[in-house]
């Protein structure tokens, strides 16, 4: 991390802290090294960056292009953001990310492909791309459960804003070829990060 996100994801725990209650479990079960596919539920616009409040290791988001206008580009680029086109297949986007993780970095996406409301799963098949990147790049799936923030009312009442990171499931290697594999791991993936939300408090990061 560079010095100037370091001060940046610091300043935002902080406020976060004092605004929401900002309350993180499980961050030590974050792997410290390695390449690291970081996948996270998706139902608010600030998820990209309460997850990088909550993972103490840079993190590469895979984000659709028609988010990256001006002055919004800036931001998403400094956060880590990279474009995906998903109207030409993101084949350009694919090799960036396998790129990143063969340096060792973490890469987030959102399984489900985009934003959802409520705390349950989409009723769409969870996106495959995830097996598949796991596979390809032979790194660990860690999965992230951000809750809803709370309004002044329910923040008044003592509603926090949690989230919590889950154990890291390990791929085999074995699903980069066969679709229906592809598909059941990724459902795997997703149902682990739902049913985070049902953990035990842990401490703020």
Known sequence: MSLRYRVFRRMLI????LLFGFTVHGAEKVPKKGPLILASNHHQYADPVLVCMA?????QWMAKREV?????DRFFYFIGSFPVDRQKGGRAALRAAL???S???TLGIFPEGGRRKGGAPGE???KSG???LASRADAPILPVFVD????????LRGHKLHVYVGDPIISDGSTSKERRVRREVAGEVLRAIYDLKNEKPGVAP
């Open 124 to 126: 769409d098949a969870p």
């Open 103 to 105: 340096e060792g970095w």
């Open 14 to 17: 902080y406020l976060s802290r």
């Open 148 to 155: 809803r923030a709370p309004n002044p009312l329910e923040r």
């Open 130 to 132: 995830v097996a598949m």
């Open 55 to 59: 993972v103490p290791r840079r993190i």
């Open 99 to 101: 790129g990143f993780l």
């Open 68 to 72: 990256f206008v001006p002055p919004l």
